[in-house]
């Protein structure tokens, strides 16, 4: 995965696309301090660096709705759509429960935490946090 996103980056400054180089120079400089830090990286490891790049564009788009920025919401939105890119496809909703319940039924330990930690690991990366979070509640009954 690292190699395409320096493939991409070579492509996107041959290009002159400053939005989307910027956005994979962002996304390498993380992983460059990751491993700085002594992280191995992984495919899963590059999975949550890509989720973390989407969650901090997501809450400045919150922050510039109440200034009413619409010019930066868009440079955010287009940065989202280039990171959403390298991962893997969304589950659906069905699937989505399909997986967390079979992971409820395989986790001894019926805690919200414990099964979420599960959740995460039987989805793979396919769901962001928030919708299994939301998922693991429903199946929980709370």
Known sequence: ????????????????????????????????????????????????????????????????????????????????KTIEKYLPAELSDEELLSKIKKAVDECEDKSFGAVMKAARAAVNGQADGKRISVFVNKVLGK
Do not use: P, W
């Open 1 to 80: 995965m690292i190699k395409k996103l320096r493939e991409d980056l070579k492509t996107y400054m041959k290009a002159k696309d400053m939005v989307n180089m910027n956005v994979i120079r962002a996304i390498l400089n993380e992983i460059n301090i990751r491993e700085m830090k002594n992280i191995e990286i992984t495919d899963d490891e590059i999975l949550k660096v890509l989720r973390s790049e989407i969650k901090k564009r997501k809450e400045s788009i919150e922050s510039f709705q109440k200034g009413g920025r619409q010019d930066l919401i868009d440079k955010e939105n287009a940065e989202i």
